[in-house]
């Protein structure tokens, strides 16, 4: 069963067309749009209901309609999304799914992308401890685990891809406190000791660049691996 993230099809195809088959005139190209996939059926539509907004917003990666959600105060909104040739597999499949081994994993990305990157100090000692301190950081990261997560919604939708097959697509939003992550960040970053003051500045700095990042990670929407 093959899973990805759910964001569209957006890719283009060229065609090449002949102006006519004496002209001397120079081929031309077109290009044409690749037909987006057909929503065919989904949860509900036997009701006369449509696919809800918070879907569109998960396929769109819009973090702000998402957090917007009055279920989210207070809260930061995590999605997952899987998708499968059996409705009912997948669902078992997506719903199975370690949403804090997604979540750990996704911040440890972050982190490890940004980490030590906006620290001071162009001395080559400053960049060996700020290297140093990086590198605690992105292992604490690497080894963290979090938990408190709440399953809010999910929602399946089946479509018709541009190649004539049919996929269904099986989403789940999920939720943490923010509170509640906050402070399994801190703990985490509590863990790494500076040994002088340099250090410790630089490990300050690199600790609250870990923390917007580790924070601004949620909202995005994770295929299930």
Known sequence: MHSRLVNGLAAAVAAAVLA???????????????SAPVLIDWQG???GGMPPEWVSAVNNSDKGALMRLPEMEGKIPFSVTGTG??????KIW???????????????????ATAGTGTRGNKDEDKEAAKK???AVVTVFSNAQFSGFMKERDFWT?????DGQTEYRYYVLYSIERE???HQIDVAL????????????????????AKITAMSALGTTQAVN
């Open 45 to 47: 539509s036997e009701l």
């Open 85 to 90: 040739q059996d409705r009912d597999l997948l």
């Open 20 to 34: 006519g088959c004496a002209s001397t005139s120079p081929v031309k190209n077109e290009v044409k749009p690749v």
């Open 133 to 135: 301190m990086a590198q």
């Open 190 to 209: 509590g863990k790494i000791s500076a040994e002088n003051a340099k250090e410790q500045e630089l490990l300050d700095e690199i600790s609250e660049q």
């Open 158 to 162: 089946q479509v018709r891809r541009q």
């Open 180 to 182: 509640n992550l906050a």
């Open 94 to 112: 997506v719903d199975t799914n370690d949403a804090s081994a997604e979540l750990s994993k996704l911040i440890k990305e972050n982190v490890t």
